[in-house]
């Protein structure tokens, strides 16, 4: 609440929701650091003071606490300059805990220096990430995506695995080693994660229609239309149901059906609201010719998906159109990426 409060410019009510925080659990250097800023910027220095002087009682890793904030924060605003700037500043036994540590492979990893980023966080025992959820997940799943989407397959499998306790409660993270495990052929494993997400607070019908584009990977099309079927049924307009069941048909080469499934010659009009829609949308628009719609397509759902576009193309379920989808990505300054084009 905090962190929302205080992206909100409501600066008193985050004051006041990151004092609660410490009330409850007096050890929290995040929540201390935070107020320790926050009191600061107001002015009110004794405040700041008696914060920063209890935090070092709790925690005498404190001070690589506010390294590590101060990093990550900055790389979140696009302060980069000023991120290596406070890693530059972290002094002695600073510089090899967990926290700064896993800012330094933040800043690494936007860097482009994904091996080194990779093993500065594998070198992080999962024990040691007490409290360290906020920090820990963006970097985390951005690194692991930009391994996934420069072939580095092994290292971000050993990423996953090193952050093991972190991945078991985050359902976007199993979601990212489902898509990891297909990519690398493990297909019981990949089914196993996905399963799992519909006790992780996942919608029936999302884990249903992911598991869907799973088994069209590996040739099983008749239970992904069973799956997909479920989900029409409890809803007849599921945007991302009718979208994986087009590409069904396009798989079939039934180019009619699937766009009858779109609704008509005149799908391409509607922008980019849902990925498997939109990828069959543009996967017909090739079939027909229409390649500047297509691109048109391509970059609208990129820009709505962002960084996800690529998972959901390593989920793709017709490879060679998948080829063919990257090729409009990269006409419209999204190169395509090469464990996706290598499946």
């Not at 904030?69 to 696009?78: D, M, P, T």
Request: charged content about 20%.
């Amino acid at each position: 609440m905090g962190y929302a409060l205080q992206r909100g410019g409501e600066t008193s009510a985050a004051a006041t929701a990151y004092s609660r925080a410490l009330a409850v659990q007096p050890d929290h250097a995040c929540a201390a650091f935070m107020l320790v800023q926050l009191a600061t910027a107001a002015g009110d220095l004794a405040q700041a003071a008696a914060v920063d002087q209890a935090a070092r009682r709790h925690d005498p890793a404190y001070d690589a606490w506010a390294v590590a904030e101060l990093v990550l924060n900055a790389l979140e605003f696009g302060e980069r300059e000023k991120a290596e700037a406070a890693i530059a500043m972290a002094a002695g036994n600073c510089l090899e805990a967990p926290a700064v540590r896993l800012a330094s492979a933040a800043v690494a990893s936007q860097d482009g220096n994904l091996p080194l980023a990779a093993r500065t966080l594998t070198g992080i025992a999962a024990a040691d990430l007490k409290h360290m959820d906020r920090l820990a997940k963006t970097p985390l799943m951005q690194l692991t995506h930009n391994l996934m989407s420069a072939a580095e397959l092994d290292l971000a499998g050993m990423l996953l695995a090193a952050f093991g306790q972190i991945v078991d409660h985050e359902p976007m993270l199993i979601f990212i080693r489902a898509v990891l495990a297909r990519c690398r052929g493990a297909l019981v494993e990949a089914e196993t994660d996905l399963k799992s997400l519909s006790v992780q607070g996942w919608s029936p019908a999302m884990v249903r229609l992911t598991y869907a584009a799973l088994l069209l990977t590996t040739g099983r099309g008749s239970d992904a239309e069973r799956l997909v079927a479920e989900v029409l049924t409890a809803e007849p307009n599921h945007p991302s149901a009718i979208g994986i069941q087009a590409l069904i048909r396009l798989g079939d080469g039934d180019d009619a059906a699937a766009e009858a499934l779109l609704g008509g010659r005149d799908f391409s009009l509607r922008p980019a609201t849902d990925a498997w829609l939109s990828m069959a949308t543009i996967v017909l628009l090739g079939r027909y010719g229409r390649h500047v719609e297509a691109e048109a397509l391509t970059r609208s759902l990129i820009a709505t998906l962002g960084p996800v576009f690529d998972l959901v193309m390593a989920a793709f379920p017709l490879s060679a159109e998948a080829g063919n989808v990257a090729r409009y990505a990269a006409a419209v300054g999204h190169p395509p990426r090469r464990w996706m084009n290598a499946q």
